[in-house]
């Protein structure tokens, strides 16, 4: 026990075997200016990460949106559509499947997606 304490104290990271599976990502020893360490981290604590997809067409639908007509003509009224304005923020196809396929195999089971991606 005063091993454990003596590499906390230094700073220096402590496994143990409940955290063995767990993934780090970055351990920072100091906090930022103006932050304060409130409490320490339970194996209950949840976290929510969301995730943004690279959307490649993105610049095509402002350039569309701001430079010509080309998505006015689509309708009477002057509007796109849900469906066209949803193709051009769609991610690639691969990059889904991609990202589940990494979190499934860092047993990443709770999650959920939003419009399909």
């Not at 955290?19 to 209950?44: C, F, M, Y």
């Not at 993105?58 to 080309?70: A, G, H, I």
């Not at 991610?91 to 499934?104: F, I, K, R, T």
Request: charged share 20%.
């Amino acid at each position: 026990m005063l091993l454990l304490s003596a590499l906390a104290l230094a700073g220096l990271p402590i496994v143990t075997l409940a955290a063995a599976n767990a993934v780090a990502i970055e351990d920072k020893t100091d906090l930022p200016v103006g932050w304060r360490l409130h409490d320490q981290a339970h194996d209950s604590d949840t976290l929510t990460i969301f995730l943004a997809l690279k959307q490649p067409r993105l610049q095509e639908l402002k350039t569309q949106l701001t430079q010509s007509n080309t998505l006015r003509k689509r309708d009477a009224a002057g509007h796109a559509s849900v469906q066209d304005i949803q193709g051009f923020r769609e991610p690639d196809g691969n990059a889904m499947p991609s990202v589940l396929e990494w979190l499934d195999s860092h047993g990443v089971q709770e999650r959920q997606t939003y419009d399909g991606w």
